[in-house]
C-alpha cells in the first residue's frame, strides 16, 4: 500500500510499492486491478494466513447422535404433528369417491418427499454459511461473492477472512458465477435481493405466531371426543394457557428443552408409526396402492379445480420444513439428515397411510373430523392425547428457536431495532433467547388463537407463509448454484424448473382462498417489513453522511496539534460505525469539550456476513498521524453468530492486539534500507488473491501485522522466514528498541490510569426540504424505534460509571 500508517512514519525513507503479476497466470477471468483498489488510505491490511474457525467443522459421532436426539425433539414434533389436522382439513367438503382417499395419499406421500426430504435435508442443507441455515444464511453466503450489501463499508481485508476461492472449477462454469456476481451488484439486484430476504424472514416470523396456535389448538380439540360438554370457549381458553407456559419456559434454552422433551417426541413418532402399521393391517393394505403417483392424475381428473385448491391443505403435511434449515445453527447436517431419515419420514409415512387406510372404511363426515384421534384403537386414546398436547408444544419449539436465531441475524446487519439476545448454552453456540420476541410471540399466538376460535381459519393463514418462503428459498437457492456452489447449468436448471413449477402451483392454490385468511400473515408480515426497511434504510443514510463528512488527515493533524487541547491520563474507545476514516462528530467533541485521553481508539464494530470470525483475525489497526499523539483506528470484526465480550475482557484483548501492532509496525519500518514490497494483484472477478510470486519482497498485506508478533511470523510455513529473514539481520540499536518497549509501556500504562467509552449520541433527521414521506419515516418512525430499542451502551456491556456520550444531530 502507498500510504499506509507503517509508510507515512517511516520519516524520510520511503517505501516503494510494486504490483507484480501472480505467478500461476492470469485466466480468462483474471483483470489486474486498479491501483486505487489497493492503494486506497482507508485500506489496513494484515496478514490473514490463519483461517477463521467455523462453529461446525468435522464432529464426532457422539455429538452427531446426540445433536440428532435433540433433533427430534426440537425439529421434528413439528412435522410429526401435522397428520392431526391433514386429512381433516383436506376433506373438509367430505369425500366425494374412494379414489380420493388413494389421490391426496399420493400427493403426500411425494410432496413430503420431494419438499422435505430432497430439497431442504439432502440439499438446501449444504448451501449453509459455515453451518448456519435459514433465509439471511443464503443472503450473507451471496454477501460474500458479490457485493449484495447496501452499507458501504466493505473492506478487502475482509475478503481474505472469508477465504473464498473458486479453485479447480472450469472456466465456463467460472465465466457464468462472473456474469452473476456482474449482474447482482446492480443497484436493482441489490435490492431486490435485500427485499426476498427480510420479505422471507417477515413470513417466517409470521410464521412463528401462527404455529404455535395451530398445533396446540388441533391437539386440545381431540378432547371434544372423550368429553363432548366442552364448549370452544374453554378449548380456546386451555389452549391459551398451554401456550403460555410453553413461552415461560424459553428462558431455560433450546439445549435443556431439547434434552426434556426428545423421549417424548420419539415415543410420539414410534406410537404413530406403530399405530399407522395397525390401522393399514386392519382396515386396506390396499391404500399401499398410492405410491403410483398415477393416483395423482386421476385425483385431478376427477376433481379438477376443487382438487386443484385442496393442494393447500396438502402443503399442511410439510409446514416446519423450512425451520429444518433455519435451525441448522443450532444443530448440524449429519444430526438433521440422519434423524429425518431414519426417524422422521417412516414414522410419518406410516402415520398417513394408517389414517388414509381407516377413512377408507370410514367415509362419514364425523369420521373425517377428528380423523387422527378417531383412527387411534379405543385403549390408546389418552396416552395419545397427552402425548398430543405435548408434543404440539415441542413442536412449536423449532418455529421459536427459529425466530430467535432470525432476529440475531437481523440486528448484526442493521436490520432491526437492538433487543435483548442471550446465550443460552455453553456447550453450543448457536443457541439463543430473546425476552422480548419470547414477549410478542406469546402475546400474538394467544390473540389469534382467541380472535379465531377455530383451526380453519389459521391454517389458510399458515399456508400462505409456508408456499412463500419455499419458493424465496428456491430462489436464492439457484442463485447460491450459479455463484458459488457454480455446479453444471444442467442441475440447475432441473433443480429451477422442478422445484418452481411445483411451489408455483401451490400458491396458485393458496392465493385462490386469498380473501378467507391468508390476508393476516401478509398484514403482520408487512409491518415487520416496515420496521426493517425503515431501520435499514436510515442505518445506510446516516453511514454514508458520515462517509461523506470524514475527517480529512490534515484537518486531524490540526485538531491534534491545537495548542488548547489538553491530553488527560488514560485511555479513550471512541465507537463509530464508520470502517473508513474519522467520524465528524470527533472535530464536534473538541470544540465543545477541548480535552482528549493520552491515547485514542477510534473502534468500528463491524458484523461481517460469516458465522464466526475467530479472534485471532478480529483486529485491524492502523495509526493516524501524528505518530506521537497515539491516536489509532481499529475495525473489530465479529460473525453474525458471535457474542460480543463484556467490556473488560474486550479492552484486554483490544490491548494485547494493539501492542503487537506496535511492535511489528516499528520493526517492519527500522530496517536500514529502503523495502522493497510488492502486492499481489487481484482479480476483480472474485475475492480470490492469487498465488504469490517467488521472491524476497514483502507484501503489502504481511506488512502491518495487528494480529501475529514478529516472531510469529518468522515461524510460519511456506516461506515466510526466508522472505522476513532481511528484518531479522537488519541493525537494530538499542534506543530504537528502547522506544518500540517504550511504546507498549505507554499503551499500557494509560489502560492502568482508566478506560473511558466514548459513544456517539446521534440524531438523526430528515433535512428540511424533504418530501413528507421521507420526514414521516426518519422524524418519527425511526426515531420512535430508536427511542424504544435497546440503547448501545447495553448492547456493548459498557459500564455506565466509564460511559461519556456526544450528543450530535445529523440532517440526512
Not at 425433539?73 to 382417499?101: E, R
Not at 491530553?567 to 471512541?574: A, Q, Y
Request: hydrophobic share 45%; net charge positive; aromatic share 12%.
Amino acid at each position: 500500500m502507498a500510504q499506509t500508517g507503517s509508510a507515512r512514519s517511516a520519516g524520510s525513507r520511503q517505501l516503494e510499492i510494486v504490483a507484480v503479476r501472480s505467478g500461476s497466470g492470469g485466466g480468462a477471468g483474471d483483470v489486474e486491478a486498479p491501483p486505487l483498489d489497493v492503494l486506497r488510505q482507508d485500506s489496513l491490511y494484515r496478514d490473514a494466513t490463519r483461517p477463521a474457525h467455523g462453529f461446525h467443522g468435522q464432529e464426532s459421532w457422539m455429538r452427531t447422535l446426540r445433536l440428532g436426539f435433540q433433533c427430534v425433539g426440537i425439529l421434528h414434533a413439528d412435522l410429526g404433528t401435522s397428520p392431526l389436522y391433514v386429512y381433516q382439513n383436506t376433506f373438509k367438503k367430505g369425500i366425494t369417491h374412494d379414489d380420493d382417499i388413494l389421490g391426496v395419499l399420493s400427493l403426500i406421500i411425494y410432496s413430503f418427499i420431494l419438499f422435505t426430504m430432497v430439497k431442504i435435508v439432502f440439499i438446501a442443507l449444504h448451501a449453509n454459511d459455515e453451518g448456519d441455515g435459514g433465509t439471511f444464511a443464503l443472503y450473507s453466503l451471496i454477501s460474500r461473492y458479490a457485493k449484495v450489501c447496501l452499507i458501504p463499508n466493505q473492506q478487502a481485508e475482509d475478503e481474505l477472512v472469508t477465504r473464498y476461492n473458486d479453485h479447480g472449477k472450469p472456466s465456463a462454469t467460472l465465466r457464468r458465477a462472473q456474469w452473476m456476481k456482474h449482474q447482482l451488484e446492480k443497484k436493482a439486484a441489490k435490492i431486490t435481493i435485500f427485499f426476498l430476504t427480510i420479505f422471507a424472514t417477515a413470513l417466517a416470523i409470521s410464521d412463528c405466531v401462527l404455529n404455535p396456535s395451530i398445533s396446540v389448538l388441533s391437539a386440545v380439540n381431540g378432547l371434544k371426543l372423550r368429553a363432548p360438554h366442552l364448549t370452544r370457549d374453554e378449548v380456546v381458553w386451555i389452549t391459551v394457557g398451554i401456550l403460555v407456559v410453553f413461552f415461560a419456559v424459553q428462558g431455560f434454552g433450546t439445549d435443556k428443552i431439547g434434552y426434556t422433551f426428545a423421549p417424548v417426541v420419539v415415543v410420539w413418532l414410534l406410537l404413530i408409526s406403530g399405530i399407522g402399521i395397525y390401522d393399514l393391517v386392519k382396515y386396506d393394505i390396499g391404500v399401499l396402492r398410492a405410491f403410483n403417483p398415477k393416483y395423482i392424475i386421476d385425483y385431478f381428473r376427477r376433481n379438477k379445480k376443487e382438487g386443484w385448491v385442496s393442494l393447500g391443505e396438502i402443503l399442511l403435511t410439510f409446514t416446519g420444513t423450512e425451520a429444518l434449515f433455519a435451525d441448522l445453527g443450532y444443530f448440524s447436517i449429519k444430526s438433521i439428515q440422519l434423524s429425518s431419515t431414519f426417524v422422521l419420514l417412516p414414522s410419518v409415512l406410516c402415520t398417513y397411510i394408517g389414517q388414509a387406510a381407516y377413512l377408507r372404511k370410514h367415509t362419514g363426515q364425523e369420521f373425517i373430523q377428528n380423523a387422527f384421534f378417531n383412527s387411534i384403537p379405543r385403549p390408546l386414546f389418552w396416552p395419545m392425547f397427552v402425548l398430543a398436547i405435548m408434543t404440539s408444544v415441542i413442536g412449536c419449539q423449532a418455529m421459536v428457536s427459529c425466530a430467535f436465531a432470525t432476529m440475531s441475524h437481523l440486528q448484526t446487519l442493521n436490520c432491526f431495532p437492538r433487543i435483548k439476545i442471550l446465550h443460552t448454552s455453553r456447550r453450543y453456540a448457536g443457541q439463543l433467547y430473546s425476552p422480548e420476541v419470547n414477549f410478542f410471540l406469546c402475546l400474538l399466538s394467544c390473540v389469534i388463537t382467541i380472535s379465531f376460535r377455530t383451526t380453519g381459519f389459521i391454517v389458510k393463514a399458515h399456508e400462505i407463509c409456508v408456499v412463500l418462503v419455499m419458493i424465496i428459498t428456491t430462489l436464492l437457492m439457484t442463485v447460491v448454484m450459479l455463484l458459488v456452489w457454480k455446479v453444471n447449468i444442467w442441475w440447475i436448471v432441473v433443480f429451477f424448473i422442478v422445484f418452481m413449477s411445483t411451489e408455483t402451483i401451490y400458491l396458485s392454490a393458496v392465493l385462490y382462498k386469498f380473501t378467507h385468511g391468508p390476508y393476516m400473515p401478509l398484514a403482520m408480515s408487512a409491518v415487520l417489513m416496515v420496521i426493517m426497511f425503515v431501520w435499514h434504510y436510515v442505518h445506510v443514510k446516516r453511514y454514508k453522511f458520515e462517509l461523506a463528512h470524514t475527517v480529512s488527515p490534515n484537518k486531524v493533524k490540526e485538531l491534534l496539534e491545537r495548542r488548547d487541547l489538553k491530553r488527560v491520563p488514560g485511555v479513550g474507545l471512541f465507537y463509530t460505525e464508520l470502517v473508513q476514516g474519522i467520524p465528524p462528530i470527533f472535530p464536534h467533541l473538541i470544540e465543545k469539550i477541548p480535552t482528549i485521553h493520552s491515547v485514542i481508539v477510534f473502534i468500528s464494530v463491524k458484523h461481517l456476513p460469516i458465522p464466526y470470525v475467530d479472534v485471532s483475525e478480529r483486529f485491524l489497526f492502523r495509526q493516524v498521524e501524528p505518530k506521537e499523539c497515539m491516536v489509532f483506528r481499529c475495525v473489530a470484526r465479529y460473525g453474525y453468530r458471535d457474542t460480543l465480550e463484556m467490556a473488560d475482557n474486550f479492552v484486554t484483548t483490544l490491548v494485547e492486539y494493539l501492542q503487537y501492532y506496535i511492535r511489528d509496525l516499528n520493526l517492519f519500518n527500522n530496517a536500514d534500507e529502503p523495502q522493497k514490497m510488492s502486492c499481489p494483484s487481484i482479480r476483480m472477478d472474485s475475492f480470490t488473491w492469487d498465488r504469490r510470486p517467488s521472491g524476497h519482497g514483502i507484501h503489502a498485506e504481511e506488512m502491518l501485522t495487528p494480529i501475529q508478533s514478529f516472531s510469529e511470523l518468522t515461524m510460519h510455513p511456506v516461506g515466510m522466514s526466508s522472505r522476513l529473514a532481511q528484518f531479522q539481520t537488519a541493525k537494530m540499536n538499542l534506543e530504537e528498541m528502547l522506544r518500540i518497549e517504550e511504546d507498549q509501556k505507554l499503551i499500557q500504562r494509560e489502560v492502568d490510569n482508566g478506560v473511558v467509552y466514548i459513544l456517539g449520541e446521534t440524531e438523526v433527521v430528515a433535512k428540511p426540504h424533504s418530501n413528507i414521506l421521507k420526514k414521516v419515516v426518519v422524524n418519527y418512525i425511526f426515531n420512535f424505534l430508536r427511542k424504544n430499542s435497546r440503547k448501545g451502551e447495553k448492547m456493548l456491556s459498557i459500564p455506565r460509571r466509564k460511559l461519556l456520550k456526544v450528543g450530535i444531530t445529523y440532517e440526512i
